[in-house]
């Protein structure tokens, strides 16, 4: 699971509406943002993986494992769908369209994971990353 937030945030950061295909640059400039507020929430609820990304900001911070914080992220989650879902795929550049899927995957997998797969009650090594 961190290697999947590792490689989302990784080509966010790389890659965000930087297609030569630009449709629209709202749309490109509304998915950037979208990708960086995931980037920084990301950052904030994993401490370890922001240091990982590069950003120290969090490095005297431990991750937060209990109910609180999984119902953060499932809010956090759900609010950057929703951000995702006002934004129109097809105006896109291409390179963003690519980003905007993955992003969308990510979280929905997030969603899934938390609400019904609930990895954190059953599996001991997700303390452990």
């Known amino acids: 699971m961190r290697l999947r937030k590792t490689l989302i945030a990784g080509l966010l950061l790389a890659g965000c509406g930087t297609g030569a295909h630009a449709a629209d640059k709202n749309a490109d400039a509304a998915f950037v943002q979208t990708g960086q507020a995931y980037i920084g929430q ?18 005297g911070d431990l991750p937060a494992v209990g109910p609180e914080a999984r119902a953060a992220r499932l809010a956090s989650d759900n609010a950057l769908l929703a951000r995702l879902a006002g934004i129109d795929r ?12 993955l992003l969308k995957n990510a979280l929905e997998y997030d969603v899934w994971d938390l609400q019904t797969l609930r990895t954190w009650a059953w599996n001991p090594q997700v303390y452990n990353s």
């Open 90 to 101: 097809k105006r896109l550049s291409r390179d963003s369209q690519v980003d905007y899927a």
């Open 42 to 59: 990301l950052a904030a609820m994993d401490p370890v993986l922001a240091t990982q990304l590069g950003d120290h900001s969090h490095d």
